[in-house]
């Protein structure tokens, strides 16, 4: 019965660490920074998941004019242009794409109307 016991331990030991793993690689992936992460890029991951929220309860004509949750693909992308650096790109099924700065999750980049004075100002 003790190794019965033991066993079912071991087997979720290694549960947990393969999953710890697994997230850790996800988080990396989508460009969380997780050596440096402060309650500024926990707020900002926060807010992303308060604007998918109201985007889910927001209705179906707004979701074909600003991307909404029909999302394609999501790449992560080398910034070329700064020289480092990624960013994050967004494909929709309308053929639209956004793009955020993985480190501060803020929209850098859009193909849509509603979304150009959110941009930063280049100049």
Known sequence: MKGFILVILCIIGALLIVGGAVAYSFMSELGVNMENM????????????IDVASSDSSSSSSDSQSGG???VSEIIK????????QY????????GFRQYDTESGKLIGSSYQS?????????
């Open 115 to 123: 979304d150009q004075g959110s941009l930063p100002n280049l100049e």
């Open 69 to 71: 949750s029909d999302i």
């Open 78 to 85: 080398s910034n070329g242009q700064n020289g480092e650096g």
């Open 88 to 95: 994050r790109e967004v494909t929709y099924k309308d053929g």
């Open 38 to 49: 402060d309650s500024n890029t926990i707020n900002n991951i926060k807010d992303k998941v």
